[in-house]
């Protein structure tokens, strides 16, 4: 659990991060004509944020393309960058629009691709968390590129799952989301494939980043609003993904994981302060951020770093999971170490299980095992 204040609305100028010592966040890559707008608190009633938001882009010339009724109040629209500096003026309920942004998976070096093996293995990560043990009652939201929905080493709810993608199908084209679900809870005692963390657990595909593993904030805020909606504590979300600072996507994961559902960031592959990128800095109660070891609890070289906003340090390099058309893969990256400790957290409470070598702030991160 962490507390902080980055990623609420204040915003910290570059001077000021530098006489901290800090470097200034990454440059973001910027969404042309989207914006995302947030409700001045107190202005729109319940059950009147899609009308107000249609009434607010029209005036502005744009259209809506999602609204945020839990995680945060607002909606996100196309519009030009003079309707949404209009709308900030002149709309008395808006308290700010925020440019879109594109948003990445957090994985670093892509490795190969098999149908798997013709008996159940056990990946070096889960052996080393002390995965790989049922139990777990809460369901694993898993925010990303969608999930597999078929694949027999999965235990997947189709029915809740989601996109919030221009690809309507919560299936998987790219393979990233399939791979994290597999580590979080691939089912155990099966013969065949891998096992996870919390073996059978309940998966959820929450779909925000198309087949070529990109999205955008406004998309992403989507997912995080759904689950804010329909998690119950108990439950856990994974982000293995991420982009430049956005203050309304780290107060989305703020607020959504205040009400009881445990989310889980990647802390990105930049070999970078974990501080410049969202939604990884965000902090908050039930709010984690987890970086990258080899085996060896070596550090993985492309590992984000700092604590805060770094809780654990969990496997990520040379992790072999699930993959898309019921394969399998090994892949590296933050992305594949925010899953081992999803995993655990579905499990029951984190242990210590020692810390990283070379981690390069200095404060070895510690490693969450069961």
């Known amino acids: 659990m962490k507390s902080g204040t980055l990623g609420r609305l204040a915003m910290v100028s570059g001077m000021a991060l530098a006489a901290a010592g800090i470097a200034a966040p990454a440059a973001a890559q910027k969404i042309d004509n989207s914006y995302i707008c947030v409700f001045k608190e107190g202005t729109v009633a319940r059950g009147q944020e899609r009308a107000q938001a249609n009434a607010a882009a029209a005036n502005a010339g744009g259209n809506v393309n999602h609204v945020y009724t839990r995680a945060i109040r607002g909606f996100a629209a196309n519009m030009s960058a003079r309707g949404a500096a209009q709308m900030q003026a002149s709309n008395p309920r808006i308290a700010y629009c925020e440019q879109d942004q594109v948003v990445k998976t957090a994985q670093g070096k892509p490795g190969g691709g098999s149908t798997g093996s013709a008996s159940e293995t056990t990946p070096w990560g889960i052996a080393r968390v002390g995965g790989g043990q049922t139990g777990a009652t809460g369901r694993a939201f898993v925010i990303d590129s969608g999930v597999d929905l078929d694949h027999p080493d999965l235990n997947v709810n189709t029915g809740m799952s989601r996109s919030f993608t221009r690809e309507k199908n919560a299936d998987d084209g790219n393979g990233h989301g399939t791979h994290v679900a597999g580590t979080i809870a691939a089912i155990a005692n099966n013969n065949i494939g891998v096992v996870g963390v919390a073996a059978g657990a309940e998966i959820v595909a929450v779909k925000v980043l198309t087949r070529s593993g990109s999205g955008s904030n406004s998309g992403v805020i989507a997912g995080v609003d759904y689950v804010a909606q329909v998690g119950r504590a108990g439950d856990v979300a994974n982000m293995s993904l991420g982009g430049g600072v956005s203050t309304t996507l780290d107060n989305a994961v703020i607020n959504a994981a205040a009400g009881g559902v445990k989310f889980v960031l990647a802390a990105g592959n930049e070999s970078d302060n974990a501080d410049n990128h969202s939604p990884a800095r965000a902090n908050g109660p039930n709010v984690f951020t987890v970086s990258s070891f080899a085996q060896g609890d070596n550090w993985?070289?492309?590992?984000?770093?700092?604590?805060?906003?770094?809780?654990?340090?969990?496997?990520?390099?040379?992790?072999?999971?699930?993959?898309?058309?019921?394969?399998?893969?090994?892949?590296?990256?933050?992305?594949?170490?925010?899953?081992?400790?999803?995993?655990?957290?579905?499990?029951?409470?984190?242990?210590?299980?020692?810390?990283?070598?070379?981690?390069?702030?200095?404060?070895?991160?510690?490693?969450?095992?069961?």
């Open 300 to 370: 993985s070289s492309f590992s984000n770093f700092g604590n805060p906003p770094v809780d654990y340090a969990e496997p990520g390099s040379s992790i072999y999971s699930t993959y898309k058309g019921g394969g399998y893969a090994t892949l590296s990256g933050t992305s594949m170490a925010a899953p081992h400790l999803a995993g655990l957290l579905l499990l029951g409470p984190v242990r210590s299980g020692g810390t990283v070598k070379g981690d390069p702030d200095g404060n070895p991160d510690t490693i969450g095992i069961r």
